[in-house]
Every structure is written in C-alpha cells, then in structure tokens.
C-alpha cells in the first residue's frame, strides 16, 4: 500500500469543473442528536463536516473549479448555510433530496443535476484520519485489500 495526498492526483486538469457532492440529508435519528449530525463538534472548534471542507478548500485553493452540492432537507438549512459560510469564493448550490431514493446514494442521484465532467463524493459525517494530515490509503495491486 502506499499512501498518497488526497489533493495531488487531481491537479493534473486545474481548469477542469469538478461537482463535489456533500450528502447531508440523514436525520441522524440513532444518535439522538438535537442539531445535523454534520455539525456535530468533535473536538473543540471543529465540527465534523470540517474534514470535508478542507479537502474542497486545499483544492479550491490550487485553483481548481468547484462547485459544491449540499444535498440536504427542508428543516437542515443551517448545514448548506455553514459550508457556504466555510468556503468563501466557492460555488455551493443546495440540493434537497428526492426522496423516491434512499440513503447516501440517494443524495448521490439528487444532486445529478449539478453533475460535471468530474464528480466526487464525500461524506461529511465521517471520516478516516491515517497519521497526520488528511491522508487517504490507495492499494496498489489485486492482491492488497
């Protein structure tokens, strides 16, 4: 295995428009929470959503085109309100979710509308860390799982 930046495979094409879809449409039922699960403070002065926004910040930051759909339901307003608010310069359009789908990839098929050349998913309400930095594994061969 070998471990790659997040942010340098996709540089190669900075004129490139790239749909980054946030799914931010669960109720967050089994944790019981009174706010969006994706604003939940993990650690002082860091909400989970943050690690999401700083792969679209380093990225936008390299000056690759963004735009940003925060899919999302009628009473989470405030979850496309603090992502607009987080990334000053980038085009975040709110989608609601459809709900003739269902879960994540429901907000995937949502969003379709803003879909780009390019799109990516990532999931505000979790996240991986591998030592410092945001990291991410990439395997390299069939035989590594």
């Known amino acids: 295995m070998q471990i790659t930046d997040v942010t ?5 094409d900075v004129t490139a428009d790239i749909t980054i879809i946030l799914p931010c449409a669960g109720e967050g039922r089994r944790l019981g929470l009174d706010s969006p699960k994706e604003l939940l403070e993990i650690v002082p002065g860091t909400r989970l959503i943050d690690f999401s926004l700083a ?8 000056g690759i085109k963004l735009t ?4 999302s339901r009628p009473w989470k ?9 987080r990334l000053p310069g980038v085009k975040v359009e709110t989608v609601m979710f459809n709900d003739a789908y ?4 429901g907000s995937v098929f949502s ?8 799109n990516m998913v990532l999931l505000p309400d979790s996240f991986l860390s591998f030592g410092s930095g945001f990291k991410t594994l990439k ?3 069939a035989g590594n799982r």
């Open 8 to 12: 340098t495979d996709i540089t190669a």
């Open 111 to 118: 969003a379709h509308g803003l879909f780009s050349r390019y």
């Open 68 to 71: 940003v759909a925060v899919v």
């Open 55 to 62: 792969h679209i910040r380093a990225a936008a930051d390299k």
């Open 102 to 105: 269902h879960e994540w990839p």
């Open 77 to 85: 307003g405030e979850v496309p309100r603090y992502v607009a608010e």
């Open 139 to 141: 395997t390299t061969g």
